[in-house]
Every structure is written in structure tokens, then in C-alpha cells.
Nanobody, 119 residues
Framework: HVQLVESGGGSVQAGGSLRLSCAAA????????LGWFRQPPGKGREVVAT?????????ADSVKGRFTISISKDNAKATLDLQMHSLKPDDTAIYYC????????????WGQGTQVTVS
């Protein structure tokens, strides 16, 4: 069973930086995908960035060049980070960590979310 716990959210002024972390326990699969999603106020959930077991990454166009996803893994535990720079008010959202077998249609495991507010 995979458990995901996010941390690192908060409030920041436009142009600032934040680093989100996700403690992922139980990721024992040979092939997997971990990702960050976000849900802006009044909008649906959208993918921000993903990273698979080969280290391949994808980014939403809106965050390319500003956000970096990375992972460190130790046996069945992994830490998924999202370094965010040059934050904009449009980046305001609840950010969720997610895990699945594949990076397409990720919907298997979710964290509780962490709020990021950019003013």
C-alpha cells in the first residue's frame, strides 16, 4: 500500500520560490510514476510534472523552465520534490503528490494536498 504525505506549501510573493516534498512509502514496484498535480481555486486538477522509474520527466507548459521535479529513493521509501522558482499568482493552488504504475491517467494513489499561495 502506497502512502503519500506532502509538505512545504505556504505563502510567497510573486517571483519567489518554494520547495514541495512528498514522502512516498510503499513504492516497491519496478516500474512506477510519481507526479505533482495541482488544483487552482474553482478549477479542476491538472498535472504539473511527473517522473517515472527511468528518471524521465514531463512538465506542464505553464511551469517549464520554472519548476523542477526530482526523486530520491531508498528501498520502499521515496522522496519526491518539486522545486518552484519565479512563482506567479496563477500558480496558486492545492498541490497534490500522486503515484501510479504509469504516467498516463494517474489516479491510483494521492496525498492529502498542500496549499501554495502566491500573491
Amino acid at each position: 500500500h502506497v502512502q503519500l504525505v506532502e509538505s512545504g506549501g505556504g505563502s510567497v510573493q510573486a517571483g519567489g520560490s518554494l520547495r514541495l516534498s512528498c514522502a512516498a512509502a510503499g513504492v516497491t514496484y519496478v516500474n512506477y510514476c510519481l507526479g505533482w498535480f495541482r488544483q487552482p481555486p474553482g478549477k479542476g486538477r491538472e498535472v504539473v510534472a511527473t517522473i517515472d522509474s527511468d528518471g524521465s520527466t514531463t512538465y506542464a507548459d505553464s511551469v517549464k523552465g520554472r519548476f523542477t521535479i526530482s526523486i530520491s529513493k531508498d528501498n520502499a521509501k521515496a522522496t519526491l520534490d518539486l522545486q518552484m522558482h519565479s512563482l506567479k499568482p496563477d500558480d496558486t493552488a492545492i498541490y497534490y503528490c500522486a503515484a501510479d504504475f504509469f504516467c498516463i491517467n494517474m489516479d491510483r494513489y494521492w496525498g492529502q494536498g498542500t496549499q501554495v499561495t502566491v500573491s
